[in-house]
């Protein structure tokens, strides 16, 4: 099985974003052969057997086919921009990738950025150049209604506060021209 987390479906012509809960019904009540009682794990995951794996999205190449051919959209233009800013400031676009509702294409205007770094030095290279970014003021730190939907949705056992202490000091989040981004 390929091990995954159902996040869009489609709703008629449109993807909708669908939370864990709501994704856990939809696969119990209409596609239970995709839900997975992992052994090792000790728990109930997504997983689509691999015979019926029709497409593979890879956030790496849809990132370079929009660093290469540019946005399509406001916001691929916006992420273009993101990421031009990134390695101007150091980081190595070459271990990025985009995940989430660009990766699939179906972004809208209230969508962030998804971007996920594969290699360790990589990470730490964009993670400095978000550093030095929020503190020449390019980027924007992520104001309190953004924490708390952060942390509303991850639904974790600590408090706010504890939340806030060990999320801000990771430099993984930050705001690009009112859209948030994650690393």
């Not at 909708?16 to 696969?27: Q, Y």
């Not at 959209?73 to 985009?98: N, P, Q, S």
């Not at 978000?130 to 980027?139: D, E, K």
Request: with cysteine; proline share 3%; net charge neutral.
């Amino acid at each position: 099985r390929a091990l995954c987390t159902l996040r869009y479906c489609r709703d008629g012509l449109v993807w909708r974003k669908l939370g864990t809960d709501a994704a856990n019904e939809l696969l119990a009540a209409r596609f239970p052969h995709y839900l997975y009682d992992s052994p090792s794990r000790d728990v109930r995951l997504h997983g689509v057997p691999m015979e019926r794996v029709t497409c593979l999205y890879r956030p790496r190449q849809r990132l370079a086919q929009l660093l290469i051919n540019g946005g399509g959209d406001a916001m691929e233009d916006k992420l273009c921009r993101l990421l031009a800013l990134l390695a101007a400031a150091g980081a190595d676009l070459e271990c990025v990738g985009i995940t989430g509702s660009l990766l699939i294409g179906a972004q809208r205007p209230d969508s962030d950025f998804d971007l996920v770094i594969y290699d360790d030095e990589a990470f730490f290279q964009v993670r400095q150049a978000v550093v030095n970014l929020l503190a020449s003021g390019r980027l924007q730190a992520l104001g309190y209604a953004l924490w708390r939907e952060s942390y509303e949705r991850r639904g974790c056992a600590l408090d706010y506060a504890d939340y806030m202490r060990h999320e801000q000091r990771k430099f993984n989040k930050a705001v690009f021209e009112g859209t948030k981004f994650d690393i």
